[in-house]
């Protein structure tokens, strides 16, 4: 699981935008260049079935779905934060 969600831009994308308040999907792909209907569906799908994600629909017209991070989602994306800080430190001291 770690690897399938790590190793793709898309998945990674979509978890920080949820986490940073992005809810909706058309605002998800509106949020990220080249971030298809398709591609964004898919990934939702798999955050979902990796229970990173809920999804909450609302019964109003025209329908409405918000995703939020899950409580494992959250933990996920604390370890997501600790990777972005070891590779700065990396990137640092390179130069």
């Not at 999907?25 to 990934?43: D, F, I, Y």
């Not at 779905?65 to 700065?88: A, H, K, N, P």
Request: proline share 4%; with cysteine; hydrophobic share 40%.
């Amino acid at each position: 699981m770690v690897e399938d969600i790590v190793g793709c831009k898309w998945s990674l994308s979509v978890m920080r935008l949820v986490r940073h308040g992005v809810h909706r999907p058309g605002a998800m792909q509106k949020a990220v260049e080249g971030l298809s209907t398709k591609v964004l569906n898919e990934r939702l799908r798999k955050l979902l079935r990796f229970g990173i994600v809920d999804k909450q629909s609302f019964p109003e017209v025209p329908p409405r779905v918000e995703y939020r991070l899950t409580e494992f989602g959250l933990q996920f994306s604390s370890l997501l934060d600790d990777v972005d800080r070891l590779q700065g430190w990396m990137d640092t001291r390179k130069s």
